[in-house]
């Protein structure tokens, strides 16, 4: 037909399997005009919806409908479109809130900072970053040692020890911390995959607890996504 345009949007989720996230829009992917694609990429699943019309206008106008069918199914699951990253989402957030972060690694091993520097103009809101990934690196860096002897390393109070910590050595407005088992041999009777997350703002605490795919660098990359993912949504709370 003479004269049609095709349009895409990429709608970006994170905390479903890709075949969780089809199963719930399976009634919308049937449909033929706009269509919708289920792709699972590095920071999540992607649906991206495709309508062909006459003009752009229109074309948007149907992407939109979707749009709107799976925010209602998805919700807070939905942490992005097209372009967007959430290390720039949430740099943007902490500059527009005129916060500053730290964060306390274990598991991940400087992954989620080396992340949120790539984003040029992070050093504007991001303090730093301490990689520790011994016990005694923890302690030294503000853990109590007695948390880690009555729980182990690799549990939320511990994940919310490091975060607190963070935030108030490198004197940040918010502390991140994950402690996990990357694998893959288990670790304090924990299997691989298994990892705490913590957001300490100043006045509240967060611990959410993920249990990952058993590969060492897949559980790296999603903690720090995790992380990151955990961190917008808090931010977008205060």
Known sequence: M??????SKTIKIFGYAESSVGEMVSHLVSSTNPTLGVYAKPDGI???ITAKAQSEA?????IAHMEDSVRSILGESIWGTDNDTLEELVGALLTERGLTLATMESCTGGLLSSTITDVPGSSNYFKGGIVSYTNELKVASGVNTELISEYGAVSPQVAEAMAEAARIRLGADIGIGITGVAGPEPLEGKQPGTVYISIDDGKSKKTVQSLFPQRRPEVKRRAAL????????TLLSL
């Not at 003479?2 to 349009?7: K, S």
């Not at 229109?58 to 149907?62: D, G, L, S, V």
């Not at 995790?226 to 949504?233: M, P, S, T, Y």
């Open 2 to 7: 003479g004269g049609e345009v095709i349009v």
């Open 226 to 233: 995790h992380a990151l993912f955990e961190l917008k949504k």
């Open 58 to 62: 229109k074309a948007q106008e149907m």
């Open 46 to 48: 992607y649906l991206r």
